[in-house]
């Protein structure tokens, strides 16, 4: 069975994020075993698609404070509206509980096909960020659970963002959709390992701690460099190398000097080329990851894919997988702890081997692996909706998302 779907969010390429790198490999293989898929995003100014058909962009405006995000408007994009009326969909997706998840809500209950939500971020850390006043963020968060409890299906990639959901206020039913990787380490890595340390600028012997993703404070980033801090102070050797962009690269930057570790850190800038973010996977000894935001952490998995343990805290998302000292290793979420977690690994790297090993085989699941549960879990939920829609067509769409409710 052969269905048409759309993928709708607020953030997509160039940028690149957990939520872009989603919607990007759903394409892909729902593309290629399901039926055609297509992205309904925000238009990036000085970026062009592939030459491919199937994706929509909207007219969009630079997110202030949040450079490379942008804020979406798909409700005032007209030739949108026209390019749409033309596109046949079977199901929805969206990827976002603000302008564009909200854009696809009305379009899915104009045309009586059924939407999924994936809860992907922890969006009230976002608003506090900025938003100065409390009663705005908590007004805002009631729109985010209204927004959830109106579509007909809710993902969520971990347990620990069920739970942030649950304590937004959200008392719906849910589905734990993990999320795969595209890197996989070729059997010799000892070339990726070179042109790595050449990219992160590390000498041979050094041993290499890394951290990937967006350079922003709410990732725990200040935690991150006072452990680093900490670790010098002790007389330890190790380079540290972030590879990344976001509003806090500079902050981030003069925050390292001022503790002392501008001889102990690199920063690379963001890494478009698969390739090369996958020569410094393959380069690092062991992953930093500290974040209490996140609410999956694929970059964890990402290094896993090259026998590269992640250092995480405990009861966070990244640690919801993670058997310390098994496929990774957990502390408690203190500096001090963190640093002598570090100093540990530092004095037994046969332990950052055995765990990167551990890792590899047990963190690691494939798009193709993934996608193959997202591809029926959409043929399921298209069979539900048929199957009541006869049943709720004279109640309306409100009673006819009830029962597809009650269904679940």
Request: charged share 25%.
């Amino acid at each position: 069975m052969r269905i048409i779907t759309g993928q709708f969010s607020d953030s997509y390429l160039p940028i690149v994020d957990g939520v872009s790198l989603t919607i990007s490999n759903y394409l892909s293989e729902l593309n290629r075993t399901l039926g055609p898929s297509c992205a309904v995003v925000p238009a990036v100014p000085g970026y062009s698609d592939p030459p491919l058909p199937g994706t929509y962009r909207f007219l969009s405006l630079p997110l202030v404070g949040r450079p490379p995000y942008r804020l979406g408007l798909p409700q005032l994009d007209i030739p949108l509206h026209r390019a749409l009326r033309s596109q046949r969909f079977d199901l929805l997706h969206a990827h976002t509980p603000f302008f564009a998840g909200s854009y696809a809500l009305r379009l899915a209950r104009r045309r009586g096909i059924p939407i999924i939500a994936t809860f992907h971020s922890k969006y009230r850390d976002k608003l506090r960020n900025a938003l100065p006043w409390t009663h705005l963020v908590e007004r805002e968060v009631q729109q985010i659970v209204s927004f959830y409890a109106s579509v007909d299906e809710v993902w969520v990639p971990t347990r620990a963002a069920l739970q942030c959901l649950r304590d937004y206020g959200y008392r719906g039913a849910a589905e734990i959709v993990r999320h795969g990787i595209d890197f996989e380490a070729p059997g010799d890595r000892s070339g990726l390992r070179r042109r790595g340390g050449d990219l992160l600028r590390v000498d041979r012997g050094e041993l290499v701690f890394l951290y990937v993703g967006e350079q922003a404070w709410e990732k725990n980033l200040a935690f991150l460099l006072q452990s680093l801090a900490l670790l010098r102070r002790q007389g330890r050797r190790f380079k540290m190398a972030f590879v990344g962009g976001g509003y806090a690269a500079k902050p981030l930057r003069l925050m390292a000097a001022g503790l002392g570790l501008a001889e102990q850190t690199s920063f690379v800038g963001l890494l478009r080329d698969r390739d090369a973010l996958s020569a410094c996977y393959a380069r690092a000894d062991c992953f930093l990851f500290p974040s209490l935001y996140d609410t999956c952490g694929l970059v964890v998995k990402e290094a896993a894919a090259f026998g590269v343990p992640t250092v995480v805290l405990e009861a966070s998302a990244a640690a919801e997988q993670i058997v310390d000292g098994v496929n990774g290793f957990v502390t408690e979420r203190s500096v001090r702890s963190y640093a002598a977690k570090l100093a540990e690994l530092l004095d037994h790297r046969d332990d950052l081997a055995r765990a990167g090993e551990g890792a590899r085989r047990t963190l690691c699941t494939s798009w193709t692996e993934a996608v193959r549960e997202v591809k029926q879990r959409y043929l399921s939920l298209i069979d539900r909706f048929a199957g009541c829609r006869g049943s709720s067509a004279a109640a309306g769409p409100r009673s006819r998302q009830r029962i597809i409710k009650i269904l679940h």
